[in-house]
């Protein structure tokens, strides 16, 4: 069993930054990923960030260049700053991890996510 929890959302004006933190516990063993996803009002959840157990990155378009992820083993969290946010940023954030204890196991967990608002 892992939980996950995010913290760090609130509200800010368009070109502020914001820092979000996903805590991991429980049963944090065998990751392989870790990663952000976000979801707009009315549309699908979307992929804005992951950071693999080699510490390799990936980024959405909309992403990149304007958010960086990061993360610490030690502490099981991982970080995503986000700066120069833009209106369109506006969702709910989610922490997922993808756990592989085994060959033929495969393991994904989410958090219940951090509402993000940006606005004039």
């Known amino acids: 069993q892992v939980q996950l929890v995010e913290s760090g959302g609130g509200s800010v004006q368009p070109g502020g930054s914001l820092r979000l933190t996903c805590t991991a516990s429980g049963r944090v063993r065998s990751v392989d990923k870790m990663g952000w996803y976000r979801q707009a009002p009315g549309k699908e959840r979307e992929l804005v960030a992951t950071?693999?157990?080699?510490?390799?990155?990936t980024y959405a378009d909309s992403a990149k260049g304007r958010f960086t992820v990061s993360r610490d083993s030690a502490k099981n969290t991982m970080d995503l700053y986000m700066n120069s946010l833009k209106v369109e940023d506006t969702a709910i954030y989610y922490c997922?991890?993808?756990?592989?204890?085994?060959?033929?196991?495969?393991?994904?967990?989410w958090g219940k996510g951090t509402l993000v608002t940006v606005s004039p």
């Open positions: 997922n991890i993808i756990i592989v204890p085994a060959i033929e196991a495969r393991l994904e967990f």
């Open positions: 950071i693999d157990s080699g510490g390799i990155t």
